[in-house]
Nanobody, 121 residues
Framework: QVQLVESGGGLVQAGGSLRLSCAAS????????MGWFRQAPGKEREFVSA????????RIADSVKGRFTISRDNAKNTVYLQMNSLKPEDTAVYYC??????????????WGQGTQVTVSA
């Protein structure tokens, strides 16, 4: 089992940047595919980006393509989401998720508590 703790959220003006971090417990972080999801008020949770355990290949949602970048540091048991050119519609609670040996698609088994990102116009 793995525990996930997100950080780095906050309030930023439109056009600004934030970097989210997700620290994972355990000694087998490199075996987990990691994902970022978000949920805005009154909306369903949506996929943002994922990075695989095997070759660090990535997948990213069209809504954030060209603005957000996912990366991982296995030595630090951490996955990052660099968010640039933020828009008010990016406002949401951002969740980190993990699954062992999984692909960049499908369901995830472990979830963090979320971090709030608010983008003002």
């Amino acid at each position: 089992q793995v525990q996930l703790v997100e950080s780095g959220g906050g309030l930023v003006q439109a056009g600004g940047s934030l970097r989210l971090s997700c620290a994972a417990s355990g000694r087998t972080f490199s075996s987990y595919t990691m994902g970022w999801f978000r949920q805005a008020p009154g909306k369903e949770r949506e996929f943002v980006s994922a990075i695989s355990w095997s070759d660090s290949s990535t997948r990213i949602a069209d809504s954030v393509k060209g603005r957000f970048t996912i990366s991982r540091d296995n030595a630090k048991n951490t996955v990052y989401l660099q968010m640039n050119s933020l828009k008010p519609e990016d406002t949401a609670v951002y969740y980190c998720a993990a699954k062992k040996y999984g692909s960049n698609f499908g369901r995830y088994d472990y979830w963090g508590q979320g971090t709030q990102v608010t983008v003002s116009a």
